[in-house]
């Protein structure tokens, strides 16, 4: 045998305080519930799970969509499934890009052999309307409008129910990224009307990260059917995930799925069913102002203008003189909290504190606080001319 | 709010014996593992555990393969990882077909815009060398050989050394599915020189479901570098999900990997390495010899020639006069035991016990017989005419 078993030991992870942009901190309800003893995906008493994991996230949804359900892998396998399932080859998509999930559906679009036609506003602005009104008026024959309710890159919400409204008026389907929203802010996909949606398991729902709840109309079903060329993927094809999923008749085997991943989905969205979901709302909000009020006395100002800024993602300009890998190391290293770096355009110029789901409590805004001052007293001070 | 909290308790599964073909019986320790507190994708901690994942693999794979790690998705997408980085459209791809498996891989070259050259064999039957050297003989432009190691569908290992070898001969790629090999029986990826090889967590690895192993080797490497088309999925990318998973220079952020499914892997692979792998395989020998003299007292048949067996999974003719559901009910409900039911083409017909990972043991063995012995005597007991 040339290769030897490694002598590596059981992993111990740290107890971190996660605020960055998710996971965030996960219940022990969740992660006790994930340890439950494994049993098969064809088992009833799985299937029966299943029904009501698909039953709870239309609450979560706000949607009677009977195709809604928790895709077998992470957010951007929800995104990806949502455009390889509604774009064919040579289909307009009108594209809305204000941050790096944009983008990635950009990729999207094109990988699919779709026609993008971007939207583009400044990173940490909402989607214009007005462009949005303007690439429609172009361009009639689009078939679909894409965007991010809140972008998790910037923390910028648009107005997903007027987007909507433009796409409903131009006759195109609307696919919305929902990844950092769901459970934070109100995400109505029945009366905004959105065709097709994903979110991620790991933000305001606070479940670990791996699982892609998604969500899919009538309108955007009947497109599926209607497609003229099969989905480039296999694993996506909703045709065929459906026989899975579908409560309707006897189930087919399409993959396994991650059944303890899918215990934890199923004890958080209890949890949010529990606490109710315009009270997880109000939390959310109640948070971030507490959040906001810590921030002024630490002169530390936002990004995003007031209209548009998410309480569940919180970003804040770096202040001058201050190194970002140095102090969010520090955070982590001696306080044992993680908050965000920028990602893309924004790399280095800001900071992401996330209040998400479990989170979004009082004593991670006031821990965040103290450790943010004491970092920024240190890290602030100026180096000793000898 | 149009839609209320639905009234839905915390789900409590039973506890089953799963001998079926996966997932397995996952170890306390591998759920304890999960359970631990989340932390960041980007935390070192978890970075650090990711490169002990990454050599953990090498060492199940029997491989020094660098692009060696858990695709963040069941085993189909760890299949559709390998087709759609390695086939461009209009490569010929020579594909083996013994069972569902083999019919999935098909799929997936369809759909890469790849051309199927298939190499059919009965269900249950090995891959059929020579069939596959004519397969050659007659396309000598093909580009990649795909077969299937260990048939889950059917419990029927091929040759996959002696398929390597005639793929190297002309000069194409190997394709090698070992979702239900690895651990469980010898796969060596280095010495019988596969190019690209997939497997799952829930199978010979005893984690739970969700994940899987890949590993490329630099000749596959290569060929996605000088590729001429993108990759058809942004998520499947290797080009993109080696900015995360290589240890080299500054980690970029791709998605956010399942990180208690992974402490799960890494606690599975752990075990792997204590046990030493040779003598996990002589265990699941061991196990399937005591089944099988077991089997042999109840009047069961193997549907597999001894010759091409494989010890972890054990498919059965159904005994005439048997109800295949019932009896599998019967056993599910009597005895909180799963065994899985013929696919494809061989359902109604074969049953599929596992004896993979935690579940290849004494007690699972003569609970099993034990079980089947108690059903088979009723089952097999003629209707009462009144």
């Given at each position: 045998?040339p290769?030897?078993?490694?002598?590596?030991k059981?992993f111990?992870p740290?107890?971190?305080?996660?605020?960055?942009?998710?996971?965030s901190d996960?219940p022990?309800r969740?992660?006790d519930?994930?340890?439950?003893?494994t049993?098969?995906?064809?088992?009833?008493?799985?299937?029966?799970?299943?029904e009501?994991i698909k039953?709870l996230l239309?609450?979560?949804?706000q949607t009677?969509?009977?195709?809604?359900?928790p895709?077998s892998?992470?957010?951007s396998?929800g995104?990806?499934?949502c455009?390889?399932?509604?774009?064919?080859p040579g289909?307009?998509?009108?594209?809305?890009?204000n941050?790096?999930?944009?983008?990635?559906?950009?990729?999207?679009?094109?990988r699919t052999?779709?026609?993008?036609v971007?939207?583009e506003d400044?990173?940490?602005?909402?989607?214009?309307?007005n462009?949005?009104?303007?690439?429609?008026?172009?361009n009639p024959?689009?078939k679909?409008?894409?965007?991010?309710?809140?972008?998790t890159?910037?923390?910028?919400?648009?107005?997903?129910?007027?987007?909507?409204?433009l796409a409903r008026?131009h006759?195109?389907?609307?696919?919305?990224?929902?990844?950092?929203?769901?459970?934070?802010?109100?995400?109505?996909i029945?009366?905004?009307?959105?065709?097709a949606?994903y979110s991620?398991?790991?933000k305001?729902?606070?479940?670990?990260?791996?699982?892609?709840?998604?969500?899919?109309s009538?309108r955007?079903?009947?497109?599926?059917?209607?497609?003229?060329?099969?989905?480039?993927s296999?694993?996506?094809?909703l045709?065929?995930v459906l026989?899975?999923?579908?409560g309707?008749?006897?189930?087919?085997y399409?993959?396994?799925?991650?059944?303890?991943?899918?215990?934890?989905?199923h004890?958080a969205?209890?949890?949010?069913?529990?606490?109710?979901?315009e009270?997880a709302?109000?939390?959310?909000?109640?948070?971030?102002?507490?959040?906001k009020a810590g921030l002024?006395?630490?002169?530390?100002?936002?990004?995003?203008?007031?209209?548009?800024?998410?309480?569940?993602l919180?970003s804040l300009?770096?202040?001058?003189?201050?190194?970002?890998?140095?102090?969010?190391?520090r955070?982590l290293?001696?306080f044992?909290?993680?908050i965000?770096?920028g990602?893309?355009?924004?790399?280095?110029?800001?900071?992401?504190?996330g209040?998400?789901?479990?989170?979004?409590?009082?004593?991670?805004v006031?821990?965040?606080l103290?450790?943010?001052?004491?970092?920024l007293?240190?890290?602030?001070?100026p180096?000793?001319?000898?």
């Amino acid at each position: 045998m040339p290769f030897t078993a490694p002598a590596i030991k059981s992993f111990q992870p740290p107890r971190r305080t996660l605020m960055g942009p998710g996971p965030s901190d996960v219940p022990q309800r969740i992660l006790d519930a994930m340890a439950r003893p494994t049993i098969g995906h064809l088992d009833p008493a799985f299937t029966d799970m299943m029904e009501e994991i698909k039953q709870l996230l239309r609450y979560a949804f706000q949607t009677g969509n009977k195709l809604t359900f928790p895709v077998s892998g992470p957010g951007s396998v929800g995104m990806e499934t949502c455009f390889v399932n509604l774009v064919e080859p040579g289909d307009k998509v009108i594209v809305c890009v204000n941050g790096v999930f944009g983008g990635r559906m950009v990729e999207n679009v094109k990988r699919t052999g779709g026609i993008p036609v971007l939207v583009e506003d400044a990173w940490g602005e909402p989607v214009s309307l007005n462009k949005v009104a303007d690439a429609f008026a172009a361009n009639p024959d689009a078939k679909v409008l894409a965007f991010v309710h809140a972008e998790t890159s910037t923390g910028a919400r648009s107005d997903a129910k007027a987007l909507a409204e433009l796409a409903r008026k131009h006759g195109a389907l609307t696919i919305m990224d929902c990844v950092t929203s769901l459970g934070g802010i109100p995400v109505l996909i029945d009366a905004w009307g959105i065709d097709a949606a994903y979110s991620g398991s790991q933000k305001c729902l606070s479940c670990t990260p791996g699982l892609a709840p998604v969500t899919f109309s009538e309108r955007a079903i009947a497109k599926v059917q209607a497609r003229k060329t099969p989905v480039q993927s296999w694993f996506m094809d909703l045709n065929l995930v459906l026989g899975y999923w579908s409560g309707e008749g006897r189930r087919t085997y399409h993959h396994t799925a991650p059944i303890n991943p899918l215990y934890g989905l199923h004890e958080a969205l209890v949890m949010l069913a529990e606490e109710g979901i315009e009270n997880a709302w109000a939390r959310h909000r109640a948070m971030h102002e507490r959040l906001k009020a810590g921030l002024a006395k630490l002169g530390l100002r936002f990004v995003v203008a007031e209209a548009a800024r998410l309480p569940q993602l919180n970003s804040l300009a770096i202040p001058a003189g201050i190194d970002d890998a140095a102090a969010r190391g520090r955070l982590l290293t001696e306080f044992n909290l993680e908050i965000g770096a920028g990602l893309g355009a924004l790399a280095g110029q800001i900071w992401r504190i996330g209040l998400m789901g479990y989170s979004a409590k009082q004593a991670n805004v006031d821990y965040c606080l103290k450790a943010l001052e004491a970092v920024l007293a240190v890290e602030a001070q100026p180096v000793a001319v000898i």
